[in-house]
C-alpha cells in the first residue's frame, strides 16, 4: 500500500467489524517535532488483553477463511520503516485506539494520498457509521463530521452524488487550505 | 471551500426530485475492502463505480465496500447481484469497471472476460 490513506481505511475496516457506529481519524503533522500521527479511534467491541498481544502479528487474524492477518502488521511496518511506532490501546466493550508516528520528512514515510476517498468509502459503509475527521497541521485544524453533514441533509441519503462530490470536494479544500495557511 | 450552504441546495434539490427507495431494491454491487482488496486497487474500482453510475444517472443500483471472500490472490473482487443471480468478477480494474457498468449493469449482459473461474483464475 503506498498511501497512508489506503492503510487508515484497511484499519477502519477494522472497526466497522468490530460494530463501531463512531470512528474518529486525527491526523496530526507537527513540523517542529518533525511528526505525521495518526490517530484512529472506535467505540467498538474491543479486544481482550490476550488478542491485544497477538493483533500485530501477522499470522493471527480474526477470520476464519485463512490464517493470516496482515491488516495491522503492514501498516506497524510502515511506521517502523520511518523510525516510528504503532500504539494499540483497547478496552473490551469500550472500543480501540490505534495510534501511528511516523517520522515526518523521512524518506520511508509515504504520502498521505487521497484521504477523501478513504472517508467516502467509509460514509458509503451499510452500516450507518459516523465518521469525524481531524487534520492538524501544526496551529491549524481542519475537521469534517458526518454527523454535522447528517443534520443539513435531513434524510438525503450519502448515496446522492451530489452530496459525494461535496464532501470530496470539501474534505481535499480543507486540507489544502489549512497547509496554505501555516505556509504563509 | 464547498461551504455548508452548497450543501443545503444540494439538499433541497433532491428532496424536490423524492426518488427514496430501499437499500436493498434493484441492483446491487459489492466490492471487496479488506487488507487484500485495498492493497491490489479496490479503492480507486469503487470510487469508479460511485462515479460512473452518478455520471449516467442509473437509478436503484448501490455500491458497498464489503470483506474479504478469500481468494485474496485475484482481487479485487466485485460482485453484482440482481436478485436471485450473482456474478463474480475478479482483478478488476477501472477499464474492468467501465465495461461491468456499460454491458453488464447498462446492456444486461455479462461482462465474461472478467468473470471468477471461467476464462482466468
Known amino acids: 500500500m503506498n498511501e497512508l490513506s489506503l492503510h487508515i481505511l484497511d484499519v477502519c475496516e477494522n472497526s466497522i467489524k468490530a460494530d463501531a457506529n463512531l470512528i474518529e481519524i486525527i491526523i496530526t503533522e507537527n513540523i517542529k517535532d518533525n511528526t505525521f500521527k495518526i490517530d484512529i479511534i472506535d467505540n467498538g467491541y474491543g479486544m481482550s488483553e490476550l488478542t491485544l498481544l497477538e493483533v500485530s502479528d501477522p499470522f493471527f487474524t480474526t477470520r476464519t477463511t485463512r490464517n493470516v492477518g496482515l491488516g495491522l502488521s503492514l501498516f506497524k511496518m510502515a511506521a517502523e520503516m520511518t523510525g516510528g511506532n504503532m500504539v494499540i490501546t483497547s478496552k473490551l466493550n469500550k472500543g480501540t485506539t490505534v495510534t501511528t508516528i511516523f517520522e515526518h520528512n523521512h524518506i520511508d514515510r509515504s504520502p498521505l494520498g487521497d484521504i477523501e476517498d478513504t472517508i467516502i468509502i467509509l460514509v458509503l459503509n451499510e452500516k450507518d457509521i459516523d465518521i469525524h475527521y481531524e487534520h492538524i497541521y501544526n496551529s491549524k485544524v481542519y475537521t469534517f463530521d458526518t454527523r454535522e453533514v447528517k443534520k443539513v441533509l435531513e434524510g438525503v441519503p450519502f448515496t446522492n452524488y451530489n452530496v459525494i462530490s461535496w464532501i470530496k470536494n470539501n474534505i481535499k479544500e480543507g486540507i489544502k487550505t489549512i497547509l496554505k495557511e501555516e505556509s504563509r | ?121
Not at chain 2, 455548508?4 to 441492483?27: E, F, Y
Not at chain 2, 446491487?28 to 469503487?46: D, E, K, N
Not at chain 2, 460482485?79 to 450473482?86: A, Y
Open chain 2, 1 to 121: 471551500m464547498k461551504s455548508l450552504d452548497d450543501l443545503k441546495k444540494i439538499r433541497d434539490a433532491a428532496q424536490s426530485k423524492v426518488t427514496m427507495r430501499g437499500k436493498n431494491d434493484g441492483m446491487r454491487i459489492l466490492v471487496g475492502m479488506a487488507t487484500c482488496g485495498i492493497s491490489a486497487g479496490a479503492r480507486p474500482v469503487m470510487n469508479k463505480f460511485v462515479e460512473m453510475i452518478a455520471d449516467y444517472k442509473i437509478e436503484k443500483v448501490t455500491v458497498t465496500p464489503v470483506g474479504c471472500i478469500g481468494e485474496c490472490a485475484i482481487e479485487p473482487i466485485v460482485e453484482v447481484l440482481q436478485g436471485e443471480e450473482r456474478t463474480t468478477y475478479c482483478r478488476v480494474d477501472e477499464d474492468a469497471v467501465e465495461r461491468i457498468v456499460n454491458e453488464h449493469i447498462i446492456g444486461g449482459k455479462v461482462v465474461l472476460d472478467y468473470v471468477i473461474g471461467k476464462y482466468r483464475l
